[in-house]
């Protein structure tokens, strides 16, 4: 069974840090480009950060750039997001995704990505 399961969320006042991890079992994801989304209540789920299978590549979205930093170990088949100096407006609930046999390339939008772990709650307190 293929799983990514997400974890290292929490509560934490702004200002502070979380580091998320996501590891994957049940097939190897170091061929495909990795995505970090997120969904804040009544929101729709957008990216925050992505790379690509190497790690040579990566994108984050304009709210986080600067702060966030998207990595990835492939002999663990895990990728992380280090989430610094974290803002309430950053409350939401975290999903790694994978991009699975698709073509060659970072995806921006949730229906690029074939894999999805179960979220992770990050709530950042003012």
């Known amino acids: 069974q293929v799983q990514l399961v997400e974890s290292g969320g929490g509560l934490v006042q702004a200002g502070g840090s979380l580091r998320l991890s996501c590891a994957g079992s049940?097939?190897?994801?170091?061929?495909?480009?990795m995505g970090w989304f997120r969904q804040a209540p009544g929101k729709e789920r957008a990216i925050v950060a992505a790379?690509?299978?190497?790690?040579?590549?990566?994108y984050y979205a304009d709210a986080v750039e600067g702060r966030f930093t998207i990595s990835r170990d492939n002999a663990k088949n895990t990728v992380y997001l280090q989430m610094n100096s974290l803002k309430p407006e950053d409350t939401a609930v975290y999903y790694c995704?994978?991009?699975?046999?698709?073509?060659?390339?970072?995806?921006?939008?949730?229906?690029?990505?074939?894999?999805w772990g179960q979220g992770t709650q990050v709530t950042v307190s003012s």
């Open positions: 049940g097939r190897m994801f170091s061929t495909d480009a």
């Open positions: 995704a994978a991009r699975g046999l698709r073509p060659v390339g970072l995806g921006y939008h949730a229906s690029e990505y074939d894999y």
């Open positions: 790379i690509s299978w190497s790690g040579g590549t990566t």
